[in-house]
């Protein structure tokens, strides 16, 4: 546990970022999860619609450093990926 004032201060500020931070990532993976049910499901076009929703989730995640630029560059290419080899 933490001692000095500033010490507790910063545990209480990481508890607020860590609910922030589970709420942008679990987001991101509904939207991710639901454009694979999709392809999955041979629903191409909806598939389609969903990915702007999804590039988004993915964005906002790397913005707010949930995930590494990398990280997010290749999610989105493996979705993108995805739904262009289920229409092929």
Known sequence: ?????????AL???ERKKVFNI???S????????VDKAV?????????ELLPTAY???DKAEKRG?????TAARKK??????IVKAKA
Do not use: F, H, Q, Y
Request: no cysteine; aromatic share 0%.
């Open 27 to 34: 987001a991101m993976k509904d939207i991710t999860k639901s």
């Open 77 to 82: 290419s493996r979705l993108t990926a995805r």
């Open 1 to 9: 546990m933490p001692i000095t004032t500033g010490a507790k201060k």
């Open 23 to 25: 709420r942008r990532k």
């Open 66 to 70: 949930v995930i590494k630029k990398n």
């Open 56 to 58: 988004k989730a993915i």
């Open 40 to 48: 999955l499901a041979g629903d191409t076009k909806k598939a389609e």
């Open 12 to 14: 209480r500020a990481s």
